[in-house]
């Protein structure tokens, strides 16, 4: 057998992963191709003695067609200067693997060549593979495995590595989907556990490297399964968002969450955040409920600033989603509201009180007004400087019920004017009487 000195070979390894397009029906794994077709192309070549080459495959109810680079000395009897020959000329040539050889003839002119190919798989290859627990290959099976040049030093691979021993159809599989020698060492490299061939290739199909292993396994995180790490990979989770979660003391957490986090803006440097504002033992579902609100860590930090340490995760929300802002709770304060409920500070925002509002109706000496005033001013369209106006005309004791009906009668501060000059205090409603007469 050829294992060692075949290992360039031309439809195996990296070369090969992006070059397979199937087509037709499914593959009939027990009947012989039919026909192989061949084709040379040097000028797609890396290098003078590098061709392009092609090999279609028919087989009963379907075929394939599979594309790589080829050095010259894999195509035994094919040389650069029939191919460089400008009149057409018949060339012959061997592609030779342990599992079996492909004899080509065909034509060459002008750097292309092409022809058909006859298959003839190794009956010693398959008694080696019986021999070792592996099964019993077909002509078919025998194919595959020669196609993607899987032989015993594959075999010897895997079990160096300590897998279990795989069936025939595992290995043609694994050469079918690019699982090459390299890959399956760095994979053992980083950490990837030796279970299956099949976990082997499904990690491969889905782009896991083995840097994304070994970077995972460094931030101290080995993924449960292969499932788990799959899912990991095609939500994108880094080895530093693993690493940050541990950092939060989320270090429990299913696969699921971990990618409900991710895929949710969940970052580390927003855990982070929150744990320096006091906020460290949240589950995965408040993490979430709060990253869908767009609650920052200034956010949280600002509440804590102003003395709200210890707020619920749905009393937090609840502010975010009003637009209850530090900017705005701390002008609350400072105009004597600092000891409003979460629902009262939600009244007011969402009734569209501004700071200016509550300054404005402070200063016009209205200091401990009720929310329940305050926002009956409010949606009366009282306005600060109304109040100022109810007060400077000695009307300083008036209820903000009271202020709020003689405006709602269409009484302004020049009506209160005319009616402070008649001499005396008026009455609430001989105020509107009069405003009602026309008098003021």
Same mark, same amino acid.
Request: glycine fraction near 10%.
């Given at each position: 057998?050829?294992? =060692?000195?075949? /290992?360039?070979?031309?439809?195996?390894?990296?070369?090969?992963?992006?070059?397979?397009?199937?087509?037709?029906?499914?593959?009939?794994?027990?009947?012989?191709?039919?026909?192989?077709?061949?084709?040379?192309?040097?000028?797609?070549?890396?290098?003078?003695?590098?061709?392009?080459?092609?090999?279609?495959?028919?087989?009963?109810?379907?075929?394939?067609?599979?594309?790589?680079?080829?050095?010259? =000395?894999?195509?035994?009897?094919?040389?650069?200067?029939?191919?460089?020959?400008?009149? /057409?000329?018949?060339?012959?040539?061997?592609?030779?693997?342990?599992?079996?050889?492909?004899?080509?003839?065909?034509?060459?002119?002008?750097?292309?060549?092409?022809?058909?190919?006859?298959?003839?798989?190794?009956?010693?290859?398959?008694?080696?593979?019986?021999?070792?627990?592996?099964?019993?290959?077909?002509?078919?099976?025998?194919?595959?495995? #020669?196609?993607? =040049?899987?032989?015993?030093?594959?075999?010897?691979?895997?079990?160096?590595?300590?897998?279990?021993?795989?069936?025939?159809?595992?290995?043609?599989?694994?050469?079918?989907?690019?699982?090459?020698?390299?890959?399956?060492?760095?994979?053992?490299?980083?950490?990837?556990?030796?279970?299956?061939?099949?976990?082997?290739?499904?990690?491969?199909?889905?782009?896991?490297?083995?840097?994304?292993?070994?970077?995972?396994?460094?931030?101290?995180?080995?993924?449960?399964?292969?499932?788990?790490?799959?899912?990991?990979?095609?939500?994108?989770?880094?080895?530093?968002?693993?690493?940050?979660?541990?950092?939060?003391?989320?270090?429990?957490?299913?696969?699921?969450?971990?990618?409900?986090?991710?895929?949710?803006?969940?970052?580390?440097?927003?855990?982070?955040?929150?744990?320096?504002?006091?906020?460290?033992?949240?589950?995965?579902?408040?993490?979430?409920?709060?990253?869908?609100?767009?609650?920052? #860590?200034?956010?949280?930090?600002?509440?804590?600033?102003?003395?709200?340490?210890?707020?619920?995760?749905?009393?937090?929300?609840?502010? /975010?989603?009003?637009?209850?802002?530090?900017?705005?709770?701390?002008?609350?304060?400072?105009?004597?509201?600092?000891?409003?409920?979460?629902?009262?500070?939600?009244?007011?925002?969402?009734?569209?009180?501004?700071?200016?509002?509550?300054?404005?109706?402070?200063?016009?000496?209205?200091?401990?007004?009720?929310?329940?005033?305050?926002?009956?001013?409010?949606?009366?369209?009282?306005?600060?400087?109304?109040?100022?106006?109810?007060?400077?005309?000695?009307?300083?004791?008036?209820?903000?019920?009271?202020?709020?009906?003689?405006?709602?009668?269409?009484?302004?501060? =020049?009506?209160? /004017?005319?009616?402070?000059?008649?001499?005396?205090?008026?009455?609430?409603?001989?105020?509107?009487?009069?405003?009602?007469?026309?008098?003021?």
């Amino acid at each position: 057998m050829r294992a =060692n000195s075949l /290992r360039p070979a031309v439809l195996a390894g990296a070369a090969l992963a992006a070059a397979m397009i199937a087509f037709g029906g499914p593959r009939a794994q027990a009947a012989d191709p039919e026909t192989i077709h061949w084709q040379v192309d040097a000028d797609r070549g890396y290098s003078p003695d590098v061709v392009q080459f092609t090999l279609t495959g028919g087989s009963a109810g379907g075929g394939k067609m599979i594309s790589s680079p080829a050095s010259l =000395n894999v195509l035994e009897g094919l040389t650069a200067d029939q191919l460089a020959s400008s009149q /057409r000329r018949p060339v012959s040539f061997r592609v030779a693997r342990d599992a079996g050889q492909f004899q080509c003839e065909g034509f060459a002119e002008a750097r292309h060549a092409s022809g058909e190919c006859r298959f003839q798989g190794s009956q010693s290859f398959a008694q080696v593979l019986a021999a070792r627990g592996v099964g019993r290959a077909d002509t078919a099976e025998l194919y595959r495995l #020669t196609v993607h =040049n899987v032989g015993a030093n594959y075999l010897d691979e895997l079990r160096s590595l300590r897998y279990p021993t795989p069936t025939v159809d595992e290995l043609a599989r694994a050469g079918e989907h690019g699982v090459g020698l390299k890959y399956m060492r760095d994979m053992a490299a980083a950490g990837f556990p030796p279970d299956r061939v099949d976990h082997l290739i499904l990690a491969h199909d889905h782009g896991v490297e083995p840097h994304y292993v070994a970077t995972l396994v460094a931030a101290g995180y080995r993924p449960p399964s292969t499932e788990d790490l799959i899912q990991l990979r095609d939500h994108g989770v880094a080895a530093d968002f693993m690493k940050g979660l541990r950092q939060a003391g989320l270090q429990g957490v299913s696969t699921a969450q971990v990618v409900e986090m991710h895929d949710h803006g969940v970052s580390t440097a927003w855990l982070a955040g929150l744990r320096k504002a006091g906020y460290d033992k949240l589950s995965v579902s408040d993490l979430v409920f709060l990253s869908e609100r767009g609650v920052s #860590t200034e956010y949280m930090a600002g509440l804590g600033t102003l003395g709200y340490h210890r707020l619920s995760v749905a009393q937090v929300a609840q502010l /975010r989603d009003h637009g209850v802002s530090p900017d705005w709770l701390s002008g609350v304060r400072r105009a004597g509201y600092g000891d409003l409920s979460i629902d009262q500070l939600v009244g007011l925002r969402d009734r569209g009180v501004s700071v200016e509002f509550l300054e404005g109706v402070r200063q016009a000496g209205y200091r401990t007004l009720s929310p329940e005033e305050i926002l009956l001013l409010r949606d009366h369209g009282v306005s600060p400087d109304f109040v100022h106006e109810v007060v400077a005309l000695g009307y300083g004791a008036m209820s903000p019920a009271d202020i709020a009906r003689i405006h709602d009668r269409g009484l302004s501060a =020049n009506a209160l /004017r005319k009616a402070s000059a008649l001499g005396h205090k008026l009455t609430v409603d001989e105020l509107i009487r009069l405003r009602d007469a026309g008098t003021i």
